[in-house]
């Protein structure tokens, strides 16, 4: 799978251990974000990842900030983007089922590294159910376009 990564200054390290753990799960992943703690403007990387998921350049993408929320909220501008805060597997499995999330995202500030690798793992090996949620989905893209 091709998967694009991007993360703030609150997150370089988990965000490094990350594309680490995707490289050893025999990902191709490429970094948007940044490896520093210097203060950046999350929105442009938000924005940044949200459009190259949506063009299909990647088969999805992983947002990292403080919180995962600031820049999922950026992420989520882009038309087609269904980025989602998940804090737990529980949440990653069911916004991948239900809701066919394109993009990832969580707080370095929230979770820990393992929990991160668990949240990551569940995201990548849920299929999305269709169906009912895919009559959904068409209504979200529908208020995308008004």
Known sequence: MKIVIGNDHAAPDMKKEIVKYLEELGHEVVNFG???T?????PQIGQKVGRAVAAGEYDCGILICGTGVGISIAANKVKGVRAAVCSDTSTARLVKQHNNANILAFGARI??????????KTYLETEFEGGRHQTR???IHAIENE
């Open 38 to 42: 210097e203060s950046c403007d999350y």
């Open 34 to 36: 940044v490896d520093t």
């Open 137 to 139: 989905i068409d209504m």
């Open 111 to 120: 979770v820990g590294i393992e929990k991160a690798k668990d949240i990551v």
